[in-house]
C-alpha cells in the first residue's frame, strides 16, 4: 500500500457531470493538500487542510468543492466543470510545518 | 513571501553527462530545501531534501548542497541515465505556520542514449 492513494486515476467527464475525487493516505500525517497541475503552467495550490479544518483556499472557483471528514481521507468534488478545468489532480499529505510532501499518483481530469 | 527560481528547460543531455539544474531561492527564515522528480504519467516524489545550512542531500546519484550565503540548492548528477528522463521541481518551506511548499516551475530533463 502506497503512502497516498489517488483514485480514480482517470476520469473524463461532461460539463455538466458531477463526479469526486478522493485521497487516503496511510501516513499518519496531519496535514492534506490539492494542487492542479496543467501543461505548461506551474503546481497551482488549491486547498491546504490541517488537523481537518481549511486553512488555505487559493481563490478557487466554487465549482471545485474539498471535503476533509478526517485526516486520512481527502475529496474534491467537482460539478459543472469547464474543459480548461482539464488537468492533473495531485493530492499530498505532511506531518510537519518544515517538512516535505507525499505526494499521490494523481487523478488525470478530462472535461469534455 | 517565498519564492524559488530554477532553471526553466528542457535540458537534453546524453548518457553519462554531468547535470547542474540551478535553484535559488527567496525566503524568510531558515527554509528547508527540496528537490522533487515527476516522472511521466506519475505524482511528484521527494529525490533529496536539506534542512539547514551546508547540509548536503543525495539520493540515486543525486545531490544538493544548502547554500545560505547563495541562497541556492542545485542539484547534480555525475552521470545521468536514461531513466533519469523527468521533471524536477525545486522546492522551499518555511515552517512556522506555514504548511506550504512553494515549488519552482518544474525543469524536463531528456536523456538520451
Known amino acids: 500500500e502506497t503512502g497516498v492513494t489517488q483514485t480514480p486515476r482517470h476520469l473524463v467527464m461532461g460539463m455538466t457531470n458531477k463526479k469526486s475525487l478522493k485521497c487516503e493516505q496511510h501516513?499518519?500525517?496531519?496535514?492534506m493538500y490539492w494542487y492542479k497541475q496543467s501543461a505548461k503552467k506551474p503546481l497551482e495550490l488549491m486547498f491546504v487542510y490541517s488537523l481537518e479544518e481549511r486553512v488555505e483556499n487559493n481563490s478557487v472557483p466554487s465549482r471545485f468543492s474539498p471535503e476533509c471528514p478526517n485526516s486520512s481521507h481527502l475529496f474534491l468534488h467537482l460539478h459543472t466543470l469547464q474543459p480548461e478545468d482539464s488537468a492533473l489532480y495531485l493530492c499530498?499529505?505532511?506531518?510537519?510545518?518544515?517538512?516535505?510532501?507525499?505526494f499521490g499518483s494523481g487523478t488525470r481530469l478530462t472535461v469534455v | 513571501g517565498n519564492s524559488v527560481t530554477q532553471m526553466e528547460g528542457p535540458v537534453t543531455l546524453s548518457e553519462e553527462a554531468f547535470l547542474t539544474i540551478n535553484c535559488t531561492y527567496t525566503a524568510t527564515g531558515y527554509p528547508s530545501l527540496f528537490w522533487y522528480v515527476q516522472y511521466p504519467g506519475e505524482g511528484l516524489q521527494l529525490l533529496l531534501k536539506a534542512t539547514k545550512a551546508d547540509d548536503k542531500g543525495s539520493n540515486k546519484g543525486f545531490e544538493a548542497t544548502y547554500r545560505k550565503e547563495t541562497t541556492s540548492f542545485h542539484l547534480e548528477k555525475g552521470s545521468v541515465q536514461v531513466s533519469d528522463s523527468a521533471v524536477y521541481f525545486c522546492a522551499i518551506n518555511s515552517g512556522g505556520s506555514n504548511y506550504k511548499l512553494t515549488f519552482g516551475k518544474g525543469t524536463l530533463l531528456t536523456v538520451n542514449p
Open positions: 499530498a499529505s505532511s506531518q510537519d510545518k518544515g517538512g516535505g510532501y507525499t
Open positions: 501516513l499518519g500525517h496531519n496535514a
